[in-house]
């Protein structure tokens, strides 16, 4: 017999559709009540969601991400004890332990115990590849950390708040983004003098923050003009207690989607940094200091130039992967807000 709906329950349940935003969910094989948050997804529910190169770009990442933990593991915990070769030692050259030259030839093709082969100075490519898997990690961390931080705070409070504070915030941010970038990054390292790895870091981290602010100034706009923000301004609610309850953590999804696609661009910065000789000082490796070094041989072994630029390629196209997964999926959220 079917059941007739009953118009007052009709009327019961829109009105906390518009007041909450949620609206019924199916989750597992039982319909979530209408008001009620369906309950987040696990790190594994995600995780098969995700496309088939998505997943094969999140392997890589974790595969880059627990070499640069391992290397310097193996360089300030260990003592260079675990099985990876030192990065720095010319194994064609002289040995002052032993009193005599190493056995290795520069230039050798990739074998069991070299698995890339050796550079111009009969270097271990594959350890100097990991090690340099470090730079880039910890460049990818400092500035993304400035980015969110500094530049998603500052984006969502001019968001919100509007008026002459986002007029000046935004006239500085915009000044700042009228200059090359690479130019400009260029000029602060050269100041420093220091190619220390956490100060050029914070350079290019800081060369970031105007982006983060403009993408968390975007969606601040448009949360701010929500139902749950106008209740909160209209019940009394402090500003920022409004900013850190329902803006920040809003913004924070998309911020965070974001920050894999810059750290794509990051990753090339840095490298084109390395290649000019202005990033982290010889003999520390990365992967662009080590195409750099290889590129005068380039004809000897073609090798020495690919490797590298194939892990960087690949670290970036990674990165662009599970950043879009990331922004399609936290727009979805956005959109059912």
Not at 199 to 209: A, E, N, Q, Y
């Amino acid at each position: 017999m079917a059941t007739t709906e009953n118009p007052l329950q009709k009327a019961h349940d829109e009105e906390i559709v518009l007041e909450t935003g949620i609206g019924p969910a199916i989750t597992g094989d039982f319909e979530v009540p209408l008001g009620v948050k369906p309950p987040r997804k696990s790190v594994w529910g995600v995780f098969r969601e995700m496309p088939v190169l998505v997943k094969m770009g999140t392997f890589w990442l974790l595969i880059v991400l627990f070499s640069s933990i391992y290397a310097q593991l193996d360089t300030k915990v260990f003592n260079g004890s675990l099985p990876l070769a030192d990065p720095n030692l010319q194994l064609n050259g002289f040995n002052p332990a032993t009193g005599e030259f190493g056995t290795g030839a520069p230039l050798e093709s990739p074998s069991w115990d070299q698995p890339l082969g050796t550079d111009a100075l009969a270097r271990d490519s594959f350890a100097r590849a990991v090690h340099g898997s470090y730079v880039s990690v910890t460049v990818v961390v400092v500035s993304v950390t400035c980015g969110v931080v500094v530049g998603g705070l500052l984006g969502s409070l001019v968001g919100f708040v509007r008026g002459k504070t986002e007029t000046l915030v935004m006239a500085a941010l915009d000044v700042l983004l009228a200059f090359p970038a690479l130019i400009l990054l260029l000029a602060l390292v050269s100041m420093f003098e220091v190619r220390d790895l956490f100060v050029i870091s914070f350079v290019i981290g800081l060369l970031s923050i105007p982006a983060y602010s403009r993408v968390s100034r975007a969606n601040s706009l448009a949360i701010s003009n929500r139902e749950f923000v106008m209740a909160a301004q209209a019940i009394g609610t402090k500003r920022w207690t409004i900013l850190r309850r329902e803006i920040i953590p809003n913004v924070l999804p998309t911020l965070l989607a974001y920050a894999m696609v810059a750290a794509a661009a990051v990753i090339v910065v840095e490298g084109t940094l390395s290649f000019l000789g202005l990033s982290v000082q010889l003999p520390q490796a990365s992967w662009g200091n080590m195409i750099n070094q290889a590129r005068r041989d380039i004809k000897a072994n073609f090798g020495q130039v690919l490797y590298p630029s194939v892990i960087m390629t690949l670290t970036v196209l990674a990165l662009n992967q599970v950043g879009d997964f990331f922004q399609r999926r936290g727009a979805h959220r956005g959109s059912s807000l």
